[in-house]
């Protein structure tokens, strides 16, 4: 089984506990925490996936890092996965569980690259427009700055991406003309 599927699965798990314990966002926090602590520390993450390290260590390091940052159930849960070997999944765990408390709570990512920085009247448009047509109840919007593109912006929400930047339309002008 995939690595995706085996931390869905996992994470489905946890958000189900979660909520049976009233405690979803305090989970939804405690996860966005650890995959931004994995992403600082690659070293972590390396000895979560490597099998040489001893599940018990593994353990001990989760608990040193973690214990009053997160709550009882997410170290019970970390104590859970890394005792049934799978601790190297617990990153991809960490962000299947952001994705599915997204999915349940109507929040999309909007991924914004433009060729100078947006206005803030341009950034309510774009996550206006965004919660219109998808019917999210909240965006998260992230913004990046690529003079390349010259003028414009490209727009990416999930598996969807509208470019309006002027690069593009002089690439796809530039190929018309060539034929």
Known sequence: ?????????????LIDLSVENNVLAESYNDMVLFEKVVDETPELEAILKNPIVPLDKKIG?????FTNKVSKLTL????I???KGRSSILFATAK????Q????????????????ALSNEAKDEIVATVKRELGAKEV???EKVNDKLIGGFILKVGDKQFDAS???SLNKLKKELAN
């Open 1 to 13: 089984m995939s690595e995706i599927k085996v931390a869905g699965r996992y994470a489905k798990s």
């Open 61 to 65: 390091i989760l608990n040193g890092i």
């Open 76 to 79: 019970s849960f970390f104590k």
């Open 81 to 83: 996965v890394v005792s």
């Open 96 to 99: 299947q569980f952001v994705q």
């Open 101 to 116: 408390y997204n999915l349940i709570k109507g929040i999309v990512t909007a991924d914004v690259i433009s060729a100078t």
């Open 140 to 142: 998260i919007f992230n």
């Open 166 to 168: 002027i690069a593009s």
